[in-house]
């Protein structure tokens, strides 16, 4: 099953900032809508972000204003950029479609602390 493939984190400071990346295939691209999900261990995975195939998005509450989800359909891509990060950000990101369809990846590890 196609599995997308997350990248860009790492250790950043309160304030700081981050974008992610998640490199899917064509056939993703072309029929799925996309988003970025968070995990914390003990948690629920939380979707945080999420990318229409038409471009519309919508956000988690917790991330609104501070996070942004783009597609470049031609890089077959999905970024997450994110801003004003928090400690409560720290999780593991991991991309999929929205709903989730797909194998999960990996994902990418984030930490936010001083």
């Known amino acids: 099953q196609v599995q997308p493939v997350e990248s860009g984190g790492g250790l950043v400071q309160p304030g700081g900032s981050l974008r992610l990346s998640c490199a899917a295939s064509?056939?993703?691209?072309?029929?799925?809508?996309m988003g970025w999900y968070r995990q914390v261990p003990g948690k629920q995975r939380e979707l945080v972000a999420r990318i229409s195939t038409g471009g519309t998005t919508n956000y988690a509450d917790s991330v609104k204003g501070r996070f942004t989800i783009s597609r470049d359909n031609n890089k077959k891509t999905v970024y997450l950029q994110m801003n004003s990060l928090k400690p409560e950000d720290t999780a593991v990101y991991l991309c999929?479609?929205?709903?989730?369809?797909?194998?999960w990846g990996q994902g990418t590890q984030v930490t936010v602390s001083s």
């Open positions: 064509t056939m993703v691209f072309t029929f799925y809508d």
């Open positions: 999929n479609a929205a709903p989730a369809a797909l194998s």
